[in-house]
């Protein structure tokens, strides 16, 4: 009998609420998500949940990359949101890696590529990719090595998601960054007004291959990490 490796057609975001903003019910595989926004407005938090319910709830096997913090406060984070990093870890289901960010800066090193083959691994959230900006010559070397970054780890089977800074983020009057183009998907993050404060959002603005949600979403962080909202009207 011959046994067929069963194709896992949709990729999870371990975000609850976000992958009922996808017609398909989350990432195609293979694919490459950029979630995009202002400071503190949740990208860290959703891209670790990322790889900890990927591998938790859908047993898919990933890897965290840092380029700016220290693994250790990564894991510190993570714990304050009910995230126990060690524990997969040890397990063997997840790793973080610090790439440090310096001139000879790699997005895809020889040691993330090695970890990727040897442990078989699923999923990828690399955060973030903007010190790469400042480390690039100009646009054309930054996009080129955006570009041929996705293609590797994309073609070694890995649903990649990567986080990046966005100065603003003014939903009536957006202006897009080059990496903004580079990317199956992209998912904006950034806060609104109301009355007297700032609700933190989640807004969908491309994911190639599916419709998706237009609206804006209000996205809350507890102790026990970030949901997405979805208001019935
Ligand atoms: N337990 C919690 N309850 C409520 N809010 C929390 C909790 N833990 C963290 N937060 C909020 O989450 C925010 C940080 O989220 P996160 O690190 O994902 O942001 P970010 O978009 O990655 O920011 P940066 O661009 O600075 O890296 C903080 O501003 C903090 O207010
Ligand atoms: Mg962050």
Do not use: C, W
């Not at 371990?14 to 490459?32: M, V, Y």
């Not at 965290?64 to 984070?77: F, I, M, P, R």
């Not at 998912?187 to 009355?195: D, E, I, P, Q, Y």
Request: charged share 25%; net charge negative; proline share 3%.
């Amino acid at each position: 009998m011959v046994y067929m490796e069963r194709e896992t057609k949709v990729v999870k975001s371990g975000t609850p609420g976000l992958d009922e903003l996808l017609t398909i019910g989350g990432f195609a595989n293979k694919s490459s998500v950029l979630v995009s926004g202002e400071p503190g407005t949740g990208k860290s938090i959703v891209a670790l949940q990322y790889i900890y319910n990927g591998a938790r709830l859908y047993g898919e096997p990933g890897i965290y990359v840092t380029s700016e913090q220290t693994v250790e406060k990564v894991k510190e984070n993570a714990k304050k949101l009910g995230m126990d990093l060690d524990d997969l870890e040890a397990k063997g289901f997840i790793k973080i890696m610090k790439i440090p960010v310096t001139h000879g800066y790699e997005l895809a090193p020889d040691a993330l590529v090695k970890e990727i083959k040897n442990s078989n691994i699923k999923r990828v959230a690399v955060d973030s990719i903007t010190p790469l900006e400042y480390l690039s010559s100009d646009v054309r070397n930054f996009r080129a090595r955006i570009l041929g970054f996705i293609e590797v780890l994309t073609g070694m089977g890995i649903t990649l998601m990567v986080t990046a800074e966005k100065k603003k983020t003014d939903f009536d009057n957006m202006e897009y960054t080059p990496e903004d183009f580079l990317f199956d998907g992209l998912v904006l993050m950034g806060r609104t007004r109301t009355a007297i404060s700032f609700q933190r959002v989640l807004s969908i603005v491309k994911m190639r291959g599916t419709s998706h949600s237009e609206d804006l979403h209000p996205v809350e962080i507890s102790d026990s990490g970030l949901v997405v909202k979805i208001i019935q009207e």
